[in-house]
């Protein structure tokens, strides 16, 4: 028997909330490691050992193995704890993340009909190698030069299903970006806007899956992050305490003693 669906009879107040997921994009040496480091119960899996100069919780990853077994670690020691053992789990960084995922795109599109064959090592003559009655991949296939861009789909779903199998574990899944220029035009007028560094469409599917994009940058002494949108920058939030906003987030002193402050980012 169908459960009966009651429907709303007005409208109910908006509320506020800490973003789920997000992402934080801004140049190199802007303050975006510095500001996750600053984060308390933050788990930090690391793509590119960019962190030793900083006190953090981290551990590193350079596959989709890897990462795999991270949330198997995570998912056990929440087990132990009867809890989430980390309010934040930061992913640094997106740009590297993504470079990771080739190997799995590739899986991916091998799981189809069309993809069987594709992207596996063969001998001279052209036949597939089997070891052990088993297929091997071709390190070197690069499921981005499929004809049409075909391949892209696969990377991006590679991507997001990375990114999505750890938002469960935790609070807040930050996911920390390198930024890039993109040419646009509208109304026969080419300009620039400042993206997120990632191939094709994947940039603007995360972002908009995101609950908040945040732009760091560095305006002297000071480190900010915006929330405001417009001015040729992918940026804004659906929590009302952030939308639309900039905060100060970081200042140093004389000696670049650097002292950070998210605490008006995530609500208690």
């Not at 590193?60 to 809890?83: C, H, P, T, Y």
Request: charged residues 30%; aromatic residues 6%.
């Amino acid at each position: 028997m169908a459960k009966e669906v009651i429907l709303p009879t007005e409208r109910r107040k908006a509320t506020n909330f800490n973003p789920r997921l997000l992402v934080l994009f801004g140049k190199p040496k802007s303050g975006k490691s510095s500001a996750v480091a600053s984060l308390d119960s933050n788990l930090i899996i690391d793509l590119e050992d960019g962190y030793r100069a900083l006190e953090v919780m981290a551990v590193q990853a350079r596959s989709v193995e890897d990462l795999n077994d991270i949330r198997a670690a995570i998912i056990k020691k929440g087990k132990e704890l009867k809890k989430k053992p980390y309010r934040f789990i930061t992913i640094d960084n997106a740009t590297r993340l993504e470079e990771m995922c080739l190997s799995l795109a590739a899986d991916y599109y091998r799981k189809t009909a069309m993809g069987a064959q594709w992207g596996l090592k063969r001998d001279e003559k052209g036949i597939v190698i089997r070891v052990n009655g088993k297929t091997v991949a071709d390190p070197e296939a690069d499921i981005r030069t499929l004809p049409n861009g075909a391949g892209y789909l696969y990377l991006r779903n590679a991507v997001k299903d990375m990114v999505k199998m750890f938002q469960p574990l935790c609070e807040t899944l930050i996911l920390v970006c390198h930024v890039k220029d993109r040419q646009i035009r509208e109304n026969d007028v080419e300009s620039t806007e400042l993206s997120v560094d990632l191939a094709g469409k994947l940039g603007d599917i995360i972002c908009g899956e995101a609950d908040a994009v945040g732009f760091i940058y560095r305006e002297k002494n000071k480190t900010i992050i915006s929330f405001a949108g417009g001015d040729g920058t992918i940026r804004e939030a659906r929590p009302l305490h952030l939308r639309g906003k900039k905060f100060v987030i970081g200042e140093s002193d004389d000696n670049n003693n650097l002292k950070m402050d998210l605490s008006k980012i995530f609500i208690d």
